[in-house]
């Protein structure tokens, strides 16, 4: 049996090895700049984040387009430990202690404001240092 064969074939597994390679190389550097943004906007809300001043403390600012605070509002914080739970207060502010670092989600009443799933791997956003979080709620959200 000849080698000569065989070359054709190793050369379009060799490409096809680093063609996939190189898709999933550059879909995991978007998605991964994706999740290290300090904003994010779903089909509930605009979110944005800051450094906070309380370590692992997650402060969050509900509010609605027009700036006004959203009193008695459910929030979720989901990380590695779970659920921490808070209520924004009459000027829409809530104080969110956390037993792990990372936020993977932020909730608010139910709907997902925040998903940062890689979280934890990416060590961002965190609340080691404490997190500010700005929730501005679009129009189609209702809290009761």
Do not use: C
């Not at 379009?12 to 999933?24: Q, R, S, Y």
């Not at 995991?28 to 944005?48: C, G, L, R």
């Not at 001043?53 to 430990?81: E, Y």
């Not at 139910?110 to 500010?132: C, E, K, Q, T």
């Amino acid at each position: 049996m000849k080698l000569s064969k065989f070359k054709p074939t190793i050369a379009a597994i060799l490409f096809a090895v680093f063609g996939v390679a190189a898709i999933l190389w550059w879909q995991h550097s978007i998605w991964t700049e994706t999740q290290m943004k300090n904003y994010e906007e779903s089909h509930e809300a605009y979110v944005i984040l800051a450094k906070g001043n309380s370590k692992m403390t997650v402060n969050v600012r509900i509010q609605d387009m027009s700036g006004r605070p959203v009193v008695g509002a459910k929030i979720n914080v989901i990380n590695n430990s779970g659920w921490n739970p808070g209520m924004s207060d009459q000027d829409g502010f809530a104080s969110i202690h956390v037993g792990e670092y990372d936020v993977a989600e932020l909730l608010v009443d139910g709907n997902v404001v925040l998903d940062r799933p890689r979280a934890y791997d990416l060590g961002y956003p965190n609340a080691i240092d404490g997190l500010y979080v700005l929730v501005i709620l679009k129009s189609n959200i209702k809290i009761p």
